[in-house]
């Protein structure tokens, strides 16, 4: 998506290179059947079943847990959304009261990813599987940590799963393993120029940033991060997005990211789900005493340069004035369909490191409001020029009327031999 990085101002472990950071160990059990980083203190246990088997890391008080599971396909049919279904099931012999939401498939059916919530040891858990289907095998793999923790040590769980290395030929054929997946590469610290804000990407990405807003992408632009706005001005048909407005009116969120994608040359734009966030909408309310809409989408779209692209992103939508000015905040990732799978543990945690400056947070949201007044200023003072320009034409109107009438007064008295 370069276009799109101009319009904003626009995994590598692998068990022959070093530990990663943060005190993760080697961990290689007698079977030899897999190796993964972990911390020392932390447990493994390993369930092997003639169909299926399954492994868990978790931390010594129970807050944190990965989880990978594989069990044979022998239907032959490659479907992630059906495996999906049936793993809540082989969920609940890990944790009770399990419950999935927000499930995404991709478009040849082979990968999804979901929510998930559970109860483990006594402790309600939260966080997200990804689940990858063949003709012969199934395969899940995530975390699930406690609310409390689950910020922090996102970037650690998610390490631990991309470190799993799993022999490419176990002693049974039983038990088919996929290969793991890519393994997550070092991120570096990138901040604005500004300080603005922060964030962490792989060292070769293009990083754009500055007022608070980010474009962060893999250097051919197919995978990345976003955070930007755009003001909506109808009274700017001819404006550019390029240039950060929409010269339109109001439009709902899904309406709103169909123009933008395709403003920037994007096309067969398709919004594939859609769901409101009423916490993001309250606090719009209780905040800013503004009503707003906010939208949590996953959209489909062939990108400017050909490729099929999946993205998941939330787009706020400030109500339009009474002059009908308004704006939106975009943000969220994005990565090429066919490999949106693979690329999720690693836009996941870009995305977990954003973060604003605390005194530019605070001022985000009020700054647009502000320029949004401004702009309704500046648009009732063209407004009451345009009247008065309207009303001086109307007396000019008015007075050549009258110089017209007359002169044509004065040609009726010619004509009647009057003058």
């Known amino acids: 998506m370069p276009r799109t990085q101009g319009a904003l101002l626009a995994l590598s472990l692998t068990l022959a290179g070093a530990p990663p950071a943060g005190g993760l160990k080697p961990y290689v059990p007698e079977s030899k059947l897999y190796a993964l980083y972990k911390p020392g203190d932390w447990y493994v246990l390993e369930e092997r079943q003639p169909e299926s088997a399954r492994l868990l890391v ?58 998930v919530a559970c109860v483990y040891a006594g402790r309600p858990l939260t966080g997200r599987f990804y689940f990858e289907s063949s003709g012969s095998a199934h395969f899940a793999q995530g975390y699930l940590s406690t609310q409390e923790t689950l910020p922090a040590r996102r970037p650690l769980l998610l390490n631990i799963m991309a470190s799993l290395a799993v022999r490419s030929q176990p002693e049974s054929p039983s038990k088919p393993m996929p290969p793991p997946p890519p393994p997550l590469p070092p991120l570096a610290d990138r901040r604005a120029s500004d300080g603005s804000l922060s964030l962490k990407t792989p060292a070769e990405w293009n990083f754009l940033a500055g007022g608070g807003k980010v474009a962060a992408s893999s250097p051919d632009g197919a995978a990345g991060f976003i955070f930007t ?188 031999g009057q003058s």
């Open 229 to 416: 706005a755009f003001s909506g001005n109808p009274l700017l048909p001819n404006a550019r997005v390029e240039e950060g407005v929409l010269g339109v009116r109001y439009m709902a969120p899904r309406e709103t990211l169909s123009y933008l994608l395709a403003a920037l040359g994007h096309r067969h734009v398709r919004i594939l789900e859609a769901a409101p966030d009423r916490a993001a909408a309250g606090e719009c309310l209780t905040a800013l005493q503004r009503r707003c809409d906010a939208q949590d989408m996953l959209a489909r779209w062939t990108s400017a340069q050909g490729g099929e692209a999946l993205g998941a992103l939330k787009l706020i939508n400030f109500m339009p004035s009474p002059m009908g000015l308004w704006f939106t905040i975009v943000s969220g990732i994005w990565a090429p369909e066919g490999d949106f799978q693979n690329q999720m543990p690693l836009l996941e945690q870009v995305a977990s490191s954003f973060s604003i400056n605390d005194q530019y947070a605070r001022r985000y949201i009020q700054s647009g409001l502000e320029n949004l007044r401004r702009l309704q200023r500046q648009t009732a003072a063209a407004m009451q020029d345009l009247n008065r320009a309207r009303e001086q034409n109307q007396r000019d109107w008015e007075a050549r009327q009258d110089r017209k009438d007359y002169i044509d007064s004065k040609w009726d008295d010619y004509r009647r």
């Open 58 to 115: 978790g931390a010594p008080d129970s807050s944190s847990l990965v989880e990978f599971f594989w069990v044979r396909n022998d239907s032959g049919r490659a479907d992630a959304l059906e495996f999906l279904a049936g793993f809540r099931e082989m969920l609940g012999e890990t944790c009770t009261s399990p419950l999935l939401s927000q499930a995404y498939l991709s478009r040849d059916s082979r990968r999804a990813t979901s929510s």
